[in-house]
């Protein structure tokens, strides 16, 4: 079954510019899925859509066949869908271990021991004590991004959605951070979605789905 799923999706920017036409796309848990097009194609605002931050202008999308403009749009974000977006807004004052801390927080759900939480996610993305405890500002863009991935796992959201993850780092790098949504979609059974014009992230993906231009007027 899938946990979302685009029903006849079209999206116009102020009424003329129809950047999105009669999209139909399902995604399910323990997938990899990239969105690719060229650019202008309309790949941020389908994310900005699955994630709930814009509203079709027509069609409608489900998570686990509730209609999104039924769940309460903070919940949606905060608990079920993780969004990491293309400048990772983190807060580049506080440590790595300060932002997941602080998702944890907005989120709302009950966690117990945050800080120690928070330094098992970030080992899980291959960060250590030394680099948690570093602020932003001083991590390289590889890092950056793995933080970016910790905190959305912070609060456990079923889908993960990712605009350009890659966009900014090295081939090997891209690899890494590939191999983090790979394990899980594989070993977490997360459903995990990813803007990309990077071919590579593409042929890593389970599922590729291809905005053409004939979906663009
Ligand atoms: N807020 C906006 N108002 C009007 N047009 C926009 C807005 N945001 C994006 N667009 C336009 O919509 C098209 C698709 O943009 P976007 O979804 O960012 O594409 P992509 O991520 O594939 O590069 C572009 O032509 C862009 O200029
Ligand atoms: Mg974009």
């Known amino acids: 079954m899938s946990i979302i799923k685009m029903e006849n999706i079209s999206y116009t920017y102020d009424k003329k510019k129809n950047i999105i036409s009669n999209l139909s796309y399902e995604f399910e848990k323990g997938l990899v899925y990239s969105i690719v097009g ?8 389908l994310l900005s859509m699955l994630s709930g931050l814009a509203k079709p202008t ?7 066949d509730l209609s ?3 769940i309460n749009q903070f919940d949606y974000r905060s608990k079920y869908v993780g969004v990491i977006f293309q400048s990772y807004n983190l807060l580049p004052h506080l440590t790595a271990e300060e932002n997941v ?11 117990e021991n945050k800080k120690q939480v928070a330094l ?9 004590e030394d680099i948690a405890k570093r602020k932003i500002l001083k991590l390289s863009g590889g890092e950056q991004q793995r933080v970016a991935i910790a905190r959305t796992l912070s609060f456990d959201p079923d889908v993960i959605l990712a605009d350009e993850p890659t966009g900014n780092l090295d081939q090997d790098t891209e690899n890494a951070i590939m191999n983090i949504f790979i394990d ?9 979605i990813l803007v990309t014009h990077s071919p590579k992230v593409a042929s890593m993906s389970d599922v590729k789905y291809e905005l053409k231009k004939s979906d663009i007027q």
């Open 184 to 192: 899980l979609a594989k070993q977490k059974n997360k459903c995990v």
């Open 120 to 128: 098992e996610l970030l080992k899980s993305v291959g960060l250590n």
């Open 68 to 70: 999104l403009s039924k």
């Open 38 to 45: 060229k650019s202008s194609a309309g790949k941020t605002t």
């Open 101 to 111: 801390i602080l998702s944890m927080d907005i989120s709302g759900k009950k966690i």
């Open 58 to 64: 027509n069609g409608e999308i489900f998570y686990n």
